[in-house]
């Protein structure tokens, strides 16, 4: 073998060392370069969403509401909304029904007030001297008593008053009234009955004063008109210790003073 081809054969193997190790390193790098892009790839995403969207955080809405990052709790916010909503049309149905118990309370206002004016109505009316005959009549037992008797006389029933304002004679003033006797309610007298009062016209000791006889008496009724009530004959006699019961339902309790 001459110089020349020993210097091409060792030329030859160089190249193809040369060429091997180049494809040697090239595969290292591509290698390597693959394995960087993998590790980019898998790191990239998670710190997008750590850096986009992290735990708990709030974002807005496209209509501009702010919602919950998290999904349970956006739920739980749009099902409060919803609450919210039920809430409202709650309300909305309470105030209907108050106005609807507005509406019954006048209602039965409107009619109370018609049962009132029907009562009203039906009440019995004051006495007067018209429709009320009124007599007098001395009675032995107590003494010096007199049993006034008033008698309804009309068609409808009516009220006396509280009790007679007797004025005998002259006298300027009516007598006191027995405040133990008062009943419990007026004294009224349907048609054809009568109310009683007592009369102490004077003391049974002589301890009265001022006495005097008369022969006339006359009663005034609350609507103005005035009874004159016909005496015993001879009149009768009245000192200071003159004074009336309250008109009474029965006899024995007008005369029981």
Not at 56 to 66: N, R
Not at 129 to 141: G, L, M
Not at 166 to 186: D, H, I, N, W, Y
Not at 227 to 232: D, I, K, R
Request: contains cysteine; hydrophobic residues 30%.
């Amino acid at each position: 073998m001459s110089a020349r081809t020993a210097r091409t054969a060792r030329t030859a193997r160089r190249t193809r060392l040369f060429a091997a190790t180049t494809v040697a390193l090239a595969a290292l790098a591509l290698t390597a370069c693959e394995g960087d892009t993998s590790d980019t790839d898998a790191s990239a995403p998670a710190a997008s969403s750590s850096s986009s969207s992290p735990a708990g955080a709030q974002s807005e809405s496209p209509t501009g509401e702010k919602e919950s990052g998290n999904g349970a709790e956006g739920n739980g916010s749009k099902e409060t909304n919803g609450s919210a909503g039920s809430t409202g049309s709650g309300t909305s149905g309470s105030g209907s029904g108050s106005s609807g118990s507005g509406s019954s309370d006048k209602s039965d206002k409107g009619s109370a007030a018609g049962v009132s004016d029907d009562s009203d109505s039906d009440k019995p009316g004051k006495c007067s001297a018209s429709d009320v005959k009124i007599t007098a009549k001395k009675v032995s037992r107590p003494l010096n008593h007199l049993l006034l008797t008033a008698t309804n006389t009309g068609s409808k029933t009516c009220m006396l008053p509280q009790y007679p304002a007797a004025r005998f004679g002259e006298a300027q003033a009516v007598p006191p009234v027995a405040e133990a006797t008062k009943p419990q309610s007026l004294t009224g007298v349907e048609p054809g009955k009568s109310g009683y009062a007592g009369v102490l016209l004077s003391s049974g000791d002589g301890s009265g004063e001022n006495g005097y006889e008369t022969n006339t008496l006359t009663i005034p009724f609350e609507d103005g008109s005035i009874a004159t009530v016909a005496l015993p004959a001879g009149g009768v006699y009245v000192d200071t210790a003159l004074t009336v019961t309250y008109w009474q339902t029965s006899m024995d309790d007008a005369l029981g003073y």
